[in-house]
């Protein structure tokens, strides 16, 4: 072991021990007006059927949850009084007894005063007891006794059985012990006599303090205590028997003066509890444990709570290894079992229990020989070999103790802080600057330089062995590693990822490395081919609580402990896993009620784990098979609806715990909701954590966190349930609560609403159907009137189109090349004639044809006329190549107007030859526009009204093909319009020209 290991806070673990050594309890603590209680005289303290703790103070009454005090706006009217006794009827209502008052009972709601106020005799009642149908009250001027058949509403039929001073009274089975203030008077009550009896304090058991006892009976109500040889008759004045544990509360009277202890006896031997946590001159005035808790609650006058705690933490303080505080420097076992202890001048064995002194300062000094030894002399370190024998490092060299002969012997050797002794028995030391090591007879071996670097402000923290290899932690240079050959390694941030401040290194049997630094880390490594590898860690999120980590030990059970800034882990090994989460168990400061820091730890025979402070040894019982009791409670604490608490009347709440009735009925409106989730009783609620779900809003539990909100919003209307767990982490108990939750279903999401919604929405969807299906008839009527229009002025077209000047023309023409013997030119002429007659009785049955088509039909019309008129003019026509004939469409017999327009009253009367083209070109919308060029010199609009019969007729066309423009924009266009324009223009050569242009919608 070595010294500058035990400068570093390794763990924060101890507690209470008996000043006897018997390390089987724990520390104890106070709770005081510091704390939140009304008053440091606690007079009772009392736990109702519902799990209610009450505390009948000088001050009042107060409730107490175990961690915190609180108060009932119901009892105010109590505040400032001094309450004696707390009991509960069978109705469950409670009772007070209370001085210058009297009896007050208590409903949940309201106190009332139960004798009458006229009557001075009961307004001082100092205790009183219920049993069956029997009310006994002692008061400051006698004993009273009366029965009641179902309940009691006076104390007038009370008796009084005598006029003792009565301070306390105690059942035991059928007795009642009346204690009264003065020393000489003391009686029974049977109640199966219901009458006083006799006391003989010649039956009294002997009680002697650290010795067995086997003769104390339950039914005994006072005892001869013998303590320092000491022997004082005593009363008890309460007793609480736990499992094999039974507590008393002894009264006795020194000198007219009177004084109070308290005793336990377990497994048959009886412990001064007074004695061991210094509670002498405490004056203890009553007792309380509650079920499966291994917490002892003293109330005291004068000093409020105090609460003993029996747990697997213990410790003997410097005080009761007779050594001066502050000195403790080192611990060591004997192969036996024994455990020994440094402090700075003296070596002590604790043994069964008991502190025996093997070497003193003079002992020391006296084999050195060195002349300033009684003043400064250190023990640095301590370590035993396989022989039995320790070896004690101190500032003037190399002790060695022999338990065996019982003889000190001095080796000199070197000053080493830091050393450990290797498995063939060599010593191997850490000195300035170098690893020196010695075989057993304390002969240097050999000797090793640490190169500058590794040497500079090496501050070591642990050294130990394994298959033959030193590691060395330490707290700014990582880990070193000495090899077999006397080679070092060292290990940092840099070439293996960990933390250069290690505080503590453990190889376990697997030959894994744990690693514990500042970093709240825990590392576990594995050394292949001299090189350091993070193979897995514990962190925060697996569970560790804390950032310094250290003190790790390695138990036959598979666990692994270690301590933090913050508390003791219990780790189970074989849990460790990538996969999964370690499981862990945790105590914290409270727990273990925590006072120092921790240097160096070491396991005993037994599996459990000694610490060594400055100031005392701890004892960590390690055995975990046997499943503690958890003493916590579940509660709703306080439920918040849109961040504001949640007030209603008492009808939702329970009268006594305050909390919440199941089920919680809201508005549709309180819809965002807070839980307070705690304990409603937890000896230690900070060492916990906690999970959540709602089911009917999520079925999943929430992790595990120490947050104590949970918090929901815009939750539907509808039926929940709030289930929550906390689970301790000291024990691993886990507590649950669940509560329903009812939010009212919003009025429009009501079934009633939903179907009026629903009938109103079918009614109105009926009703436009209704009136769409009217309208659409009556757009069906336009339409086919629209159409029949359409078909009409097709029908017109056709007729305009086949005039009888066309015909008789066209005849002519055909007759006159039949006359002029010009058959070819007949046989053409009729052949075209007679396509143009079925194109024209074609296309009349159709609304849009292919522009192919209506292509063909336009050039056969216009050789026709190109014929008729000896070939007077000329045409062509041309097309966009973007445009595809075959599928552009256009309504029939809409150009063919145009054209014949334009041939009759414009290029005929010309007396140059007439020029005609016609363009078609198509834009990125799909839409046509038709332009038609030519030099003919009449105006072809609709508002000249020249006379000839042609142009009558031409005219006429355009006006039926206007309105067919007209009726097509109103039943099939698609957004663009069907138009024509005809304007007249003059080139740069005063040549006229008329262009005519007709768009076309897409229709395709």
Same mark, same amino acid.
């Given at each position: ?26 520390? =104890? ?43 009932? !706006? ?41 004798? $009458? ?5 009961? *307004? ?65 009550? %049977? ?27 339950? !039914? ?22 736990? #499992? ?11 000198? /007219? ?13 009886? !412990? #001064? ?89 003079? $002992? ?45 012997? &001095? ?35 050999? %000797? &090793? ?56 290194l453990l190889i376990l049997p697997d030959s894994s490395i744990i690693v514990g630094g500042n970093n709240g880390i825990i590392y576990k490594l594995e050394c292949n081919k001299n090189e350091l590898i993070i193979k897995d860690s514990i962190t925060k999120e697996d569970g560790l609580i804390g950032t310094s980590v250290h003190g790790f030990q390695f138990l036959n059970d598979g666990s692994l402990w270690c301590g933090t800034n913050l508390g003791v882990h219990r780790f189970k090994y074989s849990s460790w896993s990538q996969n999964s989460r370690i499981e862990n168990r945790f105590w914290n400061l409270k727990d273990a009620n925590f006072k120092n820091s921790g240097k160096e730890s070491l396991v005993d025979l037994d599996g459990n784990i000694w610490v060594n402070t400055t100031d005392e040894l701890v004892k960590i019982e390690t055995d975990c098979s046997v ?50 989730? /705690? ?40 039926? &929940? ?50 009136? &769409? ?7 069906? =009527? ?22 009888p000047h066309f015909i008789f023309n066209s005849l002519n023409s055909i007759q006159s090349y039949i006359l002029d013997n010009e058959e070819d030119l007949a046989l053409e002429y009729l052949s075209d004639f007679s396509m143009v007659l079925r194109k024209n009785i074609k296309n009349a049955n159709e609304n849009f044809i292919q522009l192919s088509d209506e292509l063909s039909y336009l050039k056969l019309y216009l050789k026709l006329e190109q014929m008729r008129f000896s070939d007077k003019f000329t045409f062509q026509i041309e097309i966009d190549p973007t445009i595809n004939p075959l599928k552009v469409k256009l309504p029939p017999m809409i150009i063919q107007p145009f054209l014949e327009n334009i041939i009759r009253t414009g290029l005929r009367g010309v007396d140059c030859e007439g020029k005609l083209s016609l363009n078609f070109r198509q834009e990125e919308d ?36 206007? %309105?067919?423009?007209? *009726? ?12 024509? !324009? ?23």
């Open positions: 072991m070595n010294l500058s290991f035990k400068q570093f806070v390794l763990i924060i673990w101890f507690s209470v021990l008996s000043i006897a050594c018997y390390a089987g309890l724990s520390s =104890k603590n106070e709770f005081s007006m510091r704390d939140g209680l009304p008053g440091n005289n606690i007079k009772d303290i009392y736990e109702d059927s519902r799990g209610i703790v009450w505390l009948a103070t000088d001050a009042g009454v107060c409730e107490f949850t175990g961690a915190k005090v609180k108060f009932r !706006s119901e009892l105010s009217i109590l505040n400032g009084e001094q309450v004696n006794c707390i009991q509960e009827k069978k109705n469950g209502n409670l009772l007070f007894a209370v001085t210058g008052v009297g009896l007050c009972e208590f409903d949940g709601e309201k106190v009332k005063t139960v004798n $009458d106020q006229l009557n001075d005799d009961f *307004l001082d009642i100092h205790h009183f007891v219920l049993r069956d149908t029997s009310l006994c009250i002692g008061t400051s001027n006698g004993f009273y006794f009366t029965t009641y058949i179902k309940d009691f509403r006076s104390l007038k039929d009370s008796r009084k059985l005598n006029n003792t001073n009565v301070l306390k009274l105690s059942a035991n089975k059928n007795l009642l012990a009346i204690h009264s203030k003065e020393n000489d008077s003391y009686q029974i009550f %049977d109640f199966n006599k219901n009458k006083l009896t006799g006391t003989n304090f010649d039956r009294s058991p002997e009680i002697i303090v650290r010795a067995d006892l086997k003769s104390l009976e339950t !039914s005994d109500l006072l005892v001869e205590l013998i303590f320092d040889k000491i022997k004082q008759r005593c009363e008890i004045l309460q007793r609480i028997k736990t #499992d094999n544990k039974t507590y008393f509360l002894l009264r006795f009277f020194d000198k /007219g003066k009177e004084y109070r202890k308290l005793i336990l006896l377990e497994k048959g031997i009886v !412990s #001064d509890l007074s004695d061991q946590y210094n509670l002498n001159n405490t004056f203890i005035q009553c007792l309380y444990q509650r079920e499966n808790s291994k917490e002892l609650w003293l109330g005291t006058k004068g000093k409020g709570l105090i609460c003993i705690k029996n747990s697997r933490f213990s410790y003997i303080d410097a005080h009761n290894l007779e050594i001066k505080p502050n000195t403790i420097s080192d611990i060591a076992i004997l192969p036996e079992g024994d455990i020994i202890v440094a402090s700075e001048q003296y070596l002590k064995k604790i043994k069964n229990g008991k502190v025996e002194q093997v070497a003193s300062k003079i $002992d020391f000094c006296k084999l050195s020989g060195k002349e300033n030894c009684k003043l400064d002399l250190q023990i640095y370190d301590l370590e035993s070999d396989r022989n039995g024998l320790i070896w004690i490092a101190s500032n003037y060299g190399f002790y060695t103790y022999d338990f065996i002969l019982g003889k000190l012997k &001095y080796k000199g050797i070197a000053t080493a802080n830091d050393f450990i002794i290797l498995s063939d028995g060599r010593l191997f030391c850490a000195l300035d600057k170098k690893i020196a090591i010695f075989n057993g007879k304390g002969e240097k071996a050999n %000797d &090793y330089l640490l190169n500058s670097l590794l040497a500079k402000e090496l501050e070591i923290s642990k050294i130990v062995e394994s298959n033959g290899e030193v590691w060395i932690s330490t707290r700014s240079k990582g880990i070193l590693r000495f090899d077999s050959n006397g080679k070092f390694y060292n290990y940092n941030r840099g070439n293996s990822g960990i933390h250069n401040v290690v505080n503590d499943k503690e009791d958890g003493n916590c409670e579940m509660a709703l604490m306080n439920l918040q609806v849109h961040n504001k608490d949640w007030h209603t009347d008492f009808s939702n709440r329970d009268k006594w715990r305050k909390s919440l009735k199941d089920p919680i009925v809201l508005s549709y409106k309180q819809d965002n909701l807070t839980f307070e989730l /705690g304990y409603f009783y937890c000896e230690n609620p900070n060492n916990t954590l906690f999970r959540y779900r709602l089911i009917g809003f999520n079925q999943d539990w929430t992790e595990w966190k120490n947050s104590t909100e949970a918090v929901y919003t815009n939750l539907q209307g509808g039926e &929940y349930r709030f289930e929550f767990e906390g689970k301790c982490l000291s024990t691993g108990n886990i507590a649950n609560y669940n509560i329903n939750i009812v939010i009212e279903k919003a009025w429009w999401r009501t079934i009633w609403f939903i179907a009026v919604v629903v009938l109103s929405f079918f009614s109105l969807m009926f009703f436009i159907l209704k009136f &769409y299906k009217k309208r659409i008839r009556k757009e069906e =009527k336009n339409r086919t009137k629209q159409f029949n229009r359409v078909i009409g002025l097709k029908i017109k077209a056709l007729q305009y189109q086949l005039d799909g839409y046509v526009r038709c332009v038609i060029t030519d030099n003919g010199n009449n105006d072809r609009t609709l508002t000249n009204n020249r006379r000839e019969e042609s142009v009558r007729i031409g005219n006429d066309s355009l006006q039926i093909t206007q %309105d067919r423009m007209k *009726l097509l924009n109103k039943v099939i266009s698609n957004g663009r319009t069907y138009h024509y !324009s005809i304007k007249k223009t003059v080139d740069s050569k005063n040549n006229n020209k008329t262009i005519t242009e007709i768009g076309f919608p897409k229709n395709y």
